[in-house]
């Protein structure tokens, strides 16, 4: 079974019966409503796609609750979400949101694939991202917005330092700014296995480069992009 909400523009509540379903697999909230609390006895066994659309709620709700309560839960694409993460069993992860000054209880055991929106906001001046991409390390697959490549170079200039993303064979990668391409030679440094990088934002390019294992001399290349 599958629920999408669709409302707008509304203060709402869902019904006992939803977060409760045995048989709900794919949840769609949204957009722009302000929903109550959640049931502490939320508890959807079989939802394995969740979709948080610009919805105003109570974080450790959510994170208490809800994503308790999605034992089974694969997909999680949030807008907005403002949140942590605690999913071990997500596989994919869309999450577009500000820049927090922390995330904490961040548990992505399992994640495969991960797409970074991630934007840098003038009301926290030192998001701290460190749990977030310290979560995702993980990953086969990374996606990284130009404002997501901004952001976490901004953390690195502050004193992040990347973990070793042991998995990674394929990074998607975008800027539109210096600062965002300074990440990417310390970032491909930090992937051992990767065997494809897609480039967007130069100038409207996009390019398909496959790394080979003796391929090393990367930097030389990129200088000519950031400086």
């Keep these: 079974m599958e629920v999408n909400t669709g409302l707008r523009d509304a203060i709402s509540w869902l019904p006992d019966e939803l977060l409760t379903s045995t048989t709900l697999v794919k949840l769609t909230l949204g957009t722009q409503i302000y929903l109550d609390k959640f049931e502490p006895d939320a508890y959807?066994?079989?939802l394995k796609s969740l979709v948080i659309d610009s919805i105003v709620f109570?974080?450790?709700d959510l994170c208490d609750v809800l994503l308790r309560g999605c034992p089974v839960l694969e997909e999680l694409y949030l807008l907005r979400g403002g949140m942590s993460f605690d999913t071990p069993s997500l596989v994919s992860l869309n999450y577009r949101d500000y820049a927090l000054e922390e995330y904490t209880d961040v548990n992505l055991a399992?994640?495969?694939?991960a797409r970074l929106d991630i934007l840098y906001s003038i009301r926290i001046k030192d998001p701290d991202l460190s749990g977030l991409i310290i979560g995702i390390s993980n990953v086969?697959?990374?996606?990284?917005?130009p404002g997501s490549a901004d952001v976490i170079s901004r953390c690195v200039e502050d004193g992040l330092v990347l973990p070793v993303f042991k998995n990674l064979v394929k990074?998607?990668?975008g800027s539109n700014n210096k600062r965002g391409w300074k990440l990417l030679p310390y970032l491909i440094k930090q992937t051992p296995k990767l065997e494809t990088l897609i480039i967007q934002g130069l100038e409207g390019y996009a390019?398909?480069?496959t790394i080979r294992p003796f391929q090393v001399k990367v930097d030389e290349l990129l200088k000519r992009w950031i400086t």
């Design 207 to 209: 390019g398909n480069a």
């Design 110 to 113: 399992s994640l495969v694939e």
């Design 44 to 46: 959807l066994p079989a």
């Design 58 to 60: 109570d974080g450790d």
């Design 171 to 173: 990074l998607y990668f």
């Design 140 to 145: 086969e697959i990374l996606h990284l917005s």
